[in-house]
């Protein structure tokens, strides 16, 4: 984290051993030990909430995507099913029933009569 030499911390705790006398110096390093402790769970707190709040913004850009792509596949599909709809819906227009072809005795599935049937030319 800092970049601090072996031989940069024996001349600081030299220092600290003079400054701060024998009988202060551990009960010192402990606290100072304690609160670089707190301070180093503290980064690491803020840390894992930063990424969380990062992969929860990720997820709600995917989730906003998804949803965007639902609606395009929603309308792709449903748009030709409401053109059908639309078409069956419209009135057609049925013939009337004197124009309807049948075969002799009013046979629905025969085939119709020819016209000129009943005036076949002699043959001679």
């Known amino acids: 984290m800092f970049d601090v030499s072996f031989g940069e911390l024996i001349i600081i705790s ?8 024998p009988e202060k110096l551990p ?3 402990r606290t100072a030990g304690a609160l670089l402790g707190r301070a180093q769970r503290f980064i690491s707190t803020v840390k894992s909430d930063l ?3 990062f992969q929860l913004a990720e ?15 929603s309308q792709t599909i449903h ?3 409401e053109e059908a709809k639309a078409a069956l819906s419209e009135p057609i227009e049925q ?3 004197d124009e309807i072809p049948v075969g ?3 046979d ?3 085939p119709p009569a020819a016209a000129h049937a009943e005036s076949r030319p002699d043959r001679r």
């Open 79 to 81: 748009q030709p099913l």
């Open 14 to 21: 030299a220092v600290a051993l003079v400054v701060i006398g």
């Open 59 to 73: 997820l709600a850009k995917v989730e906003a995507e998804i949803r965007a792509e639902a609606n395009q596949l």
């Open 104 to 106: 002799p005795q009013g």
């Open 51 to 53: 990424d969380k709040e």
């Open 95 to 97: 013939p009337a029933v």
């Open 108 to 110: 629905l599935f025969a």
């Open 27 to 29: 009960k010192v390093a």
